[in-house]
């Protein structure tokens, strides 16, 4: 008679263990990035091959480790979605004459004193529109700071004040898939998540904004042939596009219908074909163009590089390498969790968690980690939400505090971290030295601060009843 095999029991893995995976996934991030200047994506499959490898040493099976993938890939598919609708979105009011015109209006506000609150409200604003950082980034962040070099101010300070505008921008924005993956990792609506960083977010914007307008009052101001730069390009966005107050509609609908609850998805494809509509009547582009434009892109051909850098991006297939580093990111993510590496890391920090301050503070410190870890916001918003959830609901804590502290722990130290996607690509477009504007990131700092504090003083943090299964009975939010 055949024996019936035996299945092997996986080996819980060790504290020491965790501990040195992580120093060498952080080595391997390190590397890819800053020495081998590989793709972002290529460093956090590595990462993900040698948990694969591990877990099959641990006991683990190939179809446990890669069901777990599965599962974390299924929580953020709803963010690929709204992804590819915001390559769709940018494409369309770019071609429309939208976004050109909030550029258009944005820039007839800049004045030498005022710079730097200048520039984070505007790309603040850019990348709220828009829905993405990166985006904004590359474009409108970039003719900043050559401005900014014009006008005196320290790049590093710019740099600052332009990337605390559009990470804060993206963490507040229907159209962005951060928000909406915080949202969707805990079960949350994404404006009762919005509702919740009123006090954090918001207080924290406030914060910065008030310390760039007294910054930019103590610099020396100089340059006017910068403010005639100011100028030349907004003659040239004038020239290129009609303009109208009409164009504003596809972002008023958006905004408005996503504010009454309507689905953001198809608010999203609403608002793609309004700009569509509005780039035929209004810019006289044909509907064989559009179509065109929408998949694969906006190219500017007007002649000036800074208008033609601003307004050449978009298209759903713009988004393709984002997509596959999110794929590489959600493989490494689901892995790493099923071997517990931060499992075991976490059982003894949360052992010591006696209080919600305790609890937010731990985890907006590991949530900045696994971004430094794994050199993604996602990772970081997928695995600290899956670790916190039981905590969360012990403390009898509404799960919209857990997303807001994934959002304000992970979202803008995207930017921040010199070997994560977003920090490369400040890096590159503004060419300020790694960490060197860290510092003047303020909108990130005071957001985490505030979120922190109001943790330990008990205020703006929402309750919920659960039974004894931890299933809510009855949740609300307090502000």
């Known amino acids: 008679m055949k024996e019936k095999k035996v299945k092997r029991v996986p080996r819980k893995i ?244 996503a504010a009454m609850k309507y689905p953001a998805l198809p608010v999203l494809f609403i608002g793609v074909i309004l700009g569509m509509i509005e780039a035929v009547i209004f810019q006289g582009v044909g509907f064989k163009d559009i179509t065109g434009i929408v998949w694969n892109g906006y190219k500017s051909v007007t002649g000036n590089m800074v208008i033609d850098s601003l307004l050449s991006r978009g298209g759903c297939m713009s988004l393709a390498g984002l997509v596959m580093l999110l794929f590489a990111a959600f493989t490494f993510a689901g892995l790493l969790e099923k071997i517990g590496v931060l499992d075991t890391i976490m059982e003894k920090l949360l052992h010591r968690v006696k209080s919600q301050g305790a609890l937010v503070l731990c985890n907006v410190l590991t949530s900045m980690a696994t971004v430094l870890l794994s050199s993604s916001v996602y990772v970081s918003i997928i695995l600290n939400g899956r670790m916190y959830d039981k905590a969360y609901r012990k403390m009898g804590l509404d799960m919209v505090c857990l997303s807001r502290t994934l959002s304000e722990g992970a979202a803008h130290y995207g930017g921040l971290v010199p070997w994560s996607g977003g920090g490369v690509l400040v890096i590159s477009t503004l060419g300020v030295l790694p960490w060197s504007y860290v510092p003047y990131a303020f909108a990130a700092w005071a957001g985490t601060l505030l979120t922190v504090l109001f943790a330990y003083m008990n205020i703006f943090m929402p309750k919920a009843n659960y039974d004894e299964n931890l299933e809510v009975v009855e949740e609300g939010v307090t502000l």
């Not at 790309?123 to 900043?144: D, F, H, N, R």
């Not at 014009?150 to 740099?159: C, E, F, N, Q, R």
């Open 14 to 257: 060790t504290l020491i263990e965790s501990v040195l995976w992580l120093i060498v996934f952080v080595a391997i991030m390190i590397w890819t990035a800053l020495i081998a200047k590989a793709p972002t994506a290529m460093g956090v499959l590595y990462c993900a091959v040698i948990c694969g490898i591990y877990g099959v040493y641990l006991g683990h099976g190939w179809d446990d480790l890669f069901s777990n993938v599965y599962k974390v890939a299924q929580i953020a598919m709803p963010a690929l979605y709204f992804l590819m609708l915001t390559g769709f979105v940018s494409a369309a009011w770019i071609a429309s004459g939208t976004i050109p015109y909030m550029i258009y209006l944005g820039l007839g506000i800049i004045k030498p004193a005022i710079f730097l609150f200048s520039a984070f409200v505007m790309t603040a604003v850019a990348a709220m529109v828009t829905g993405s950082s990166w985006g904004i980034l590359t474009s409108l962040g970039l003719a900043l700071g050559g401005i900014a070099t014009g006008l005196g101010i320290p790049l590093p300070m710019a740099a600052g004040a332009i990337v605390s505008g559009c990470f804060l921008g993206d963490k507040w924005s229907p159209l962005s898939d951060t928000p909406n993956l915080a949202a969707a990792s805990t079960g949350q609506n994404i404006i009762k998540l919005f509702t919740s960083m009123i006090p954090t977010a918001g207080g924290g914007a406030l914060i910065a904004g008030i310390i760039y307008l007294v910054m930019g009052f103590m610099l020396p101001q100089s340059g006017g042939a910068s403010i005639g730069e100011i100028t030349a390009l907004r003659d040239g966005l004038a020239a290129s596009f009609n303009f109208n107050i009409l164009l504003l509609i596809p972002i008023i609908f958006v905004f408005v219908f």
